[in-house]
């Protein structure tokens, strides 16, 4: 930052050091926001920053659940690398107290968290009930949890009339001070075990839907499933991990053209009655299809499914991009006939033993190719018979693109095609 000296009395009421001038002009360079970490974290990447609960960083810049940031060290050396979106919070905020539970919806969770035998009496955490917009104090006493309702008025926080706080921060730091009619005053902020979830690996990992196999070390083996072994394993030398090895031809690539494409007729099948069902699948992609070991093609995986007769909008729903239509990227629009076009894209990955969609190619690329109107080139191997399908389910109209009843149709006919080929020339003499 050089010469930058701390100019908070230019900056009333500001919780934090987030204003700095240098010594020898008198205009304010405002840095970026302040956050503390609530958790610690060790770095799993050399683009990552290990973190100790408590540290307060600078936040550089947000790339989806990751945060690029910045500390000093007790040498005042600075640092800087990828912490978890979820491990951190701004600084004055709430959700940065120890004693706010952002997980906790209703009054049930609050009271097994608050009983657990780690906490005595007084532990206490707020909440929010998303439901009525209202903060809630939860209080042990003895073997029971006691619940009070925060008040709002004009800015103002409070559990009773007579006492009003500028802050919820200010109304727990009273009652930590003074019982003053609750039934225990507040003690020690309820013990939080769990950690946040990491949605991906790493910062680095985050566009990939799968990891080179090199960085993934068995440890332990656990257990044997329907579809295969099941590994405690570590990855990048760094991460615990699970991992699943598969029973399939991945690596011997041996499956006939046939029974690829009766895969597809299956998958097409399924999706058939679900289209006359009226619901949107909205993650159709081969990780969702499980094969059993009779090769029958069952599909799994419905926590993205809408019961729907017209088109539905989802705000804020993560999706996976390479499947996806360009009408979700343009209107935020679901309907059968996006899983018509994610089925174009798993059959790609049926086609190519699982390749990933757009290889090379990243997901904000991979949006601006679809909305020019560029389809992804034919995979290797692929017959045109079967590109052809491809390229009818990613028709740009939606309306264009074939019901899957049509595409199971038009599958068929490629196995009974490839079959009248295998049999010309009659059995051998």
Request: proline content about 4%; hydrophobic content about 35%; overall charge negative.
């Amino acid at each position: 930052m050089g010469n930058a000296a701390c100019c908070k009395q230019y900056c009333p009421g500001c919780p934090c050091s987030c204003c700095l001038c240098p010594e020898e002009n008198d205009a304010l360079i405002y840095c970026n926001p302040m956050s503390v970490s609530l958790y610690d974290y060790t770095a799993r990447t050399v683009e990552d920053l290990s973190i100790q609960k408590g540290e307060r960083l600078e936040i550089i810049k947000e790339e989806g659940d990751w945060i690029y940031v910045r500390k000093q060290t007790e040498e005042c050396k600075e640092e800087e690398g990828y912490v978890p979106r979820s491990f951190i919070r701004l600084v004055g905020s709430i959700e940065a107290e120890p004693w706010y539970f952002e997980h906790i919806t209703k009054r049930m969770d609050a009271k097994r968290c608050l009983l657990r035998v780690e906490n005595g009496e007084g532990a206490f955490l707020v909440w929010k009930n998303k439901e009525q917009g209202h903060y809630y104090l939860s209080v042990r006493n003895g073997d029971a949890a006691r619940h009070y309702k925060i008040l709002e008025a004009v800015d103002l926080f409070y559990l009773v009339e007579r006492k009003k706080f500028i802050s919820v921060s200010q109304l727990v730091k009273y009652y930590t001070q003074h019982a003053d009619g609750l039934c225990a005053q507040l003690n020690k902020p309820c013990v939080m075990l769990d950690l946040p979830s990491i949605p991906t690996l790493s910062h680095f990992t985050a566009d990939q839907w799968e990891v080179e196999r090199s960085t993934l070390k068995k440890v332990k083996w656990l257990d044997r499933g329907e579809f295969g072994n099941v590994w405690e394993g570590i990855w990048n030398n760094t991460t615990d991990v699970a991992i699943k090895e598969l029973s399939d031809h991945n690596e011997k690539k041996d499956l006939e053209f046939s029974l690829m494409i009766d895969f597809a007729v299956q998958i097409a099948e399924g999706m058939s009655y679900l289209e006359r069902q009226n619901i949107i699948h909205m993650d159709l992609r081969a990780d969702n299809i499980l094969l059993t070991g009779m090769l029958s093609c069952k599909i799994s995986d419905f926590g993205l499914a809408q019961f729907t007769n017209t088109q539905t909008q989802m705000e804020g729903v993560k999706v996976p991009i390479k499947w996806m239509a360009p009408e979700v990227f343009n209107r935020n629009e679901f309907t059968i006939k996006c899983d018509v076009w994610s089925f174009g894209v798993l059959l790609t990955e049926i086609i190519t033993y699982g390749q990933e969609p757009y290889p090379g190619m990243g997901k904000t690329d991979c949006v601006k190719f679809l909305l020019s109107g560029m389809r992804m080139s034919p995979p290797e191997g692929c017959p045109d018979s079967l590109y052809d399908i491809m390229l009818l389910c990613w028709k740009q109209n939606s309306l264009e693109r074939p019901a899957f009843i049509e595409l199971h149709g038009k599958l068929l006919k490629l196995i009974q095609a490839s079959l009248v080929e295998e049999t010309i020339g009659g059995p051998e003499e």
